[in-house]
């Protein structure tokens, strides 16, 4: 099955570790370690990797059930949101998978421990489902529950087995609280996201709005090298309407292969407004962090970068304000997509 968040790229990983997300408790991981479900990177397998427990797998894998019952781990999401799908990677789990899958969802604020979610209201969002071996099973999520806000997850495996890697893809509904005074307009713990790009060979625009610094080239965006007279470009949906104060264009880890230029520009949906020009092919250097004042900068709910004529960088940040009806927007859009409102 293909995973619809190829195509959508509105859509990201809400339990990655980029993000924040971490694998909070299983009841059995006697075999491979739970917390290898939300590792960013693919699976990988050595067939000459033996442990004192047996084969080593880079997933999660518990032993063999003898009695009744059902294998489960818990997943907090690095930042709430809406779950448009689920991804169970059984890749190299091919006689050891679960023959069947099954996803519960949770909404609890704060930061509950593993014996007090056990004790909150869980919503089944995939229901008992088939699972095939050295797959990416892809299940959606459909009907009420695909539009309710979520920060916890529950997979269960229907007995036992393994499964490589856990993906759950939606759109981020950050809490309005935090979205108020100097934020981020552009990260995408608050919201922002890829609507579209001109190429992602090596890595994806998406990249550009995680939290913290990157670790390496890797963790950034780069696109194949240009042979003809164009430039390439991502552009992004922000958290909502808002007046951004600086840009920070960073190209560290990017020595040989940074972009010469780049452009930077905004606009406003709300007002069916045309782009507004807020950098105009400015010089960048390699393996820098620059920062760009914006005074008098238009209010803005989307953005797009141009580099000329292509590169990489590692981050992209847009420090600003949301307005007022940005943020109303953001509360009631929080209320109403609470799954006991």
């Known amino acids: 099955m293909s995973d619809p968040a190829l195509v959508d790229p509105s859509l990201i990983d809400l339990a ?32 000459d990797e033996f442990g004192l427990k047996g084969k080593v797998y880079d997933g999660w894998e518990t032993r063999r059930r003898r009695e009744p019952g059902h294998d489960w781990a818990l997943v907090r999401l690095g930042v ?9 990677d059984t890749a190299f789990f091919r006689g050891n998978y679960p023959p069947e899958i099954a996803v519960e969802a949770a909404s609890v604020d704060g930061y509950p421990s593993p014996d007090e979610l056990a004790k909150a209201q869980w919503y089944e969002i995939v229901p008992r489902s088939a699972c095939a071996g050295d797959t990416a099973n892809v299940y959606p999520v459909s009907g009420a529950h695909a539009a309710h806000r979520f920060t916890h997850v529950r997979l269960i495996m229907h007995p036992d087995g393994g499964v490589a890697r856990f ?37 994806s625009p998406g990249n550009l709005i995680l939290p913290g610094k990157a670790r390496h080239m890797g963790e950034g965006w780069e696109n194949a090298r240009r042979r003809d007279d164009g430039n390439d470009w991502a552009e992004f949906a922000l958290a909502g309407g808002g007046v951004p104060r600086y ?70 940040r847009l420090p600003g304000e949301l307005d007022a009806a ?16």
């Open 16 to 47: 990655s570790r980029a993000l924040g997300g971490s694998v909070v408790a299983a009841n059995d991981e006697f075999f491979a370690q739970r917390e290898n479900l939300i590792t960013a990177a693919p699976p990988r397998f050595d067939p």
């Open 80 to 88: 709430p949101g809406r779950i448009d799908h689920v991804v169970v």
């Open 167 to 203: 993906r759950v893809q939606g759109r981020v509904l950050p809490d309005p609280r935090f979205l108020e005074g100097t934020v981020d307009l552009l990260a995408a713990e608050n919201g922002g996201h890829v609507t579209g790009c001109s190429d992602e060979f090596y890595s």
């Open 247 to 316: 840009v920070e264009v960073d190209t560290t880890w990017f020595v040989g292969n940074a972009p010469g230029r780049v452009s930077v520009r905004t606009r406003d949906d709300r007002t069916g407004g045309d782009w507004q020009v807020l950098l105009d092919r400015e010089p960048v250097q390699p393996d820098t962090r620059h920062r760009f004042p914006l005074p008098g900068a238009p209010a803005a709910t989307h953005l797009r970068l141009d580099v000329y004529p292509d590169g990489g960088l590692s981050r992209l």
């Open 326 to 341: 940005a943020l109303a927007a953001a509360r009631d859009t929080d209320a109403a997509a609470r799954p006991d409102a």
